[in-house]
């Protein structure tokens, strides 16, 4: 199993990190031998799910690109239809030309409606827009002279510049899955798929390097995600091993419970006692949680994203030394 950092990017009241706590987090992260760092896209406090606002994810993985020789720069998760895609194409191209092709793109549909509103586009239509924008930059990407003509992009052989280092573009993957129970408690649907989870399923056959499951699913639902997507790859002609699983979580090692309550609790919007009773947020000790993750890697997934709690640069040192050490 590989492991990715998730950087704390999060905007609290008392102080959000500086650019250099997030470089010294990167240069950190690099040297303790994580693979990756991604960034969280939420403009605006995303309740209930969090109770934090994020620095914008592509102007911070900008800023960081010099900061590592070796370590891969994702989006997890970029809410697409928020932006406009032909101005997007060539920000993720320039980001992908400025980290010299260490960039992986993490894709979602987004899903609160304040941040639909204040971006002026349709919560409705997210799904339909996630998609034609894809379908859009893509053909920005890989074609020297571009059209494309569809319900929300129209444009007539325009040239984008730069394209992507990364050939034909940067590793695509997909948030996205099921939920444990909680927030669903009182949805008859729940014991199948619901319709726009199915869709995420089906976009994740279709295009995904990498599937990076939600941190709000359990080992059980992360088996059935699994089920639904490799039945939509072979749809579209393509062998499901060719779509690394991932999974982003938070994690904190401590076996006081208040303290770990309060740390998340500064960040997350949920119950906690519910979702740790849940397997899906991880807090306790080291050997626990080594066993939790080894579990995940036996499920098949290759590359755990680690969101920090606690706040503090340290706690990189203790991942290192009693998680990650573990794996080698």
């Known amino acids: 199993m ?31 031998g994580f693979d990756s760092l991604w960034v969280m896209d939420h403009y605006l406090i995303a309740a209930p799910s969090y109770r934090v606002a994020y620095l914008d994810p592509l102007l911070v993985l900008a800023s960081v690109a010099s900061a590592s020789n070796t370590l891969r720069l994702g989006t997890s998760i970029l809410q697409v239809p928020l932006r406009q895609p032909v101005m997007l194409a060539q920000q993720l191209a320039t980001l992908d030309w400025l980290s010299d092709g260490r960039f992986d793109l993490g894709i979602g549909v987004g899903w609160q409606k304040e941040e639909f509103e204040g971006a002026g586009v349709s919560l409705r239509e997210r799904g339909k827009r996630l998609d034609e924008y894809l379908e859009a930059m893509v053909c920005l990407w890989t074609n020297e002279t571009a059209s494309y003509h569809g319900q929300f992009v129209n444009f007539d052989e325009i040239t984008l510049e730069p394209r992507p ?10 948030g996205g899955g099921s939920t444990v129970e909680i927030i669903y408690a009182d949805d008859p649907t729940y014991q199948t798929p619901q319709p726009n989870v199915d869709r995420v399923y089906r976009r994740i056959g279709r295009w995904a390097s990498a599937w990076q499951a939600t941190s709000t699913s359990d ?6 995600d699994w089920e639904h997507i ?37 960040i997350v919007g949920f119950d906690f006692d519910q979702f740790i009773a849940q397997s899906s947020y991880l807090y306790g000790p080291a050997e626990k949680l080594v066993e939790e993750l080894k579990e995940r890697e036996e ?16 706690e990189l040192d203790e991942w290192a030394e009693r998680i990650l050490s573990a794996f080698k």
């Open 165 to 174: 280092v990364q050939k034909p573009y940067p590793p695509l993957s997909f």
């Open 230 to 266: 490799v039945r939509y790859a072979e749809e579209f002609g393509r062998s499901p091993g060719d779509i690394e699983r991932m999974q982003t979580t938070f994690l904190i090692i401590t076996e006081d419970s208040a303290e770990a309550r309060e740390c998340y609790n500064r």
């Open 2 to 32: 590989r492991f990715g950092l998730r950087l704390p990017t999060y905007i609290f009241p008392e102080g959000t990190a500086s650019l250099d706590t997030l470089i010294a987090y990167a240069q950190k992260a690099e040297s303790h």
């Open 219 to 224: 080992p059980r639902l992360l088996e059935r």
């Open 299 to 314: 499920m098949g997934i290759s590359r755990m994203i680690l969101t920090p709690v606690r706040g503090e640069l340290s």
